[in-house]
T-cell receptor
Framework: EAQVTQNPRYLITVTGKKLTVTCSQN?????MSWYRQDPGLGLRQIYY???????DKGDVPEGYKVSRKEKRNFPLILESPSPNQTSLYFC????????????FGPGTRLLVL | EDQVTQSPEALRLQEGESSSLNCSYT??????LFWYRQDPGKGPEFLFT???AGEEKEKERLKATLTKKESFLHITAPKPEDSATYLC??????????FGAGTTVTVRA
């Protein structure tokens, strides 16, 4: 089954404790991206990747890091989480940038205390 | 900067009561306007892409239309299973997707 998976689905952590949210897709997609979703603000792009070893900033990259060492994986790293990073995070992929059908993962709900 | 505004924020409908959702946008070089459906606890699911003014697309009880400044998602004779949040997004000349905050639709039986 074609899908995007994220782990963990729920995470409670404390300020400053490094964490990684994993994202994996099994569709051989070149383009992957991370979004955060906050009430009243919609989905905002954090980082995106056009292909392996090619990443770039989205609209809200501050406080986040990403890497793309393999085509299927695109982890999101919070080196020193802060409470304002409490949010719902989605990973998405598409065949290439601009391809209309973006497949979204199920989401990771993060609470930073 | 690309902007997308969706209205209303929430819509409560009786089963069978048709209505429309609005998506107003400003974008530099529209490459496409997208509609997604999002169920609680899940990621957005792609519905439609519209590329140019005058274009229309349909899927079951949903019909999306596009003008130069806005898009409408018409829900005809909705059923309770149409209850969801509907998201609109535009893609500009830089290929970036900008999303609206969404309209939450509740359909009562």
């Amino acid at each position: 089954e074609a899908q995007v998976t994220q782990n963990p689905r729920y995470l409670i952590t404390v300020t400053g404790k490094k964490l990684t949210v994993t994202c994996s897709q099994n569709m051989n997609h070149e383009y992957m991206s991370w979004y955060r979703q906050d009430p009243g603000l919609g989905l905002r792009q954090i980082y995106y990747s056009m292909n392996v070893e090619a990443t770039d900033k989205g609209d809200v990259p501050e406080g986040y890091k990403v890497s793309r060492k393999e085509k299927r994986n695109f982890p999101l790293i919070l080196e020193s989480p802060s409470p304002n990073q409490t949010s719902l995070y989605f990973c998405a992929s598409s065949l290439y940038q601009g391809k209309e059908t973006q497949y979204f993962g199920p989401g990771t709900r993060l609470l930073v205390l | 900067e690309d902007q997308v505004t969706q209205s209303p924020e929430a819509l409560r409908l009786q089963e069978g009561e048709s209505s429309s959702l609005n998506c107003s946008y400003t974008v530099s070089g529209l490459r496409g306007l997208f509609w997604y459906r999002q169920d609680p606890g899940k990621g957005p699911e792609f519905l439609f892409t519209l590329y140019s003014a005058g274009e229309e697309k349909e899927k079951e009880r949903l019909k999306a239309t596009l003008t130069k400044k806005e898009s409408f998602l018409h829900i005809t004779a909705p059923k309770p299973e149409d209850s969801a949040t509907y998201l609109c997004a535009v893609q500009g000349s830089d290929y970036k997707l900008s999303f609206g905050a969404g309209t939450t639709v509740t359909v009562r039986a």
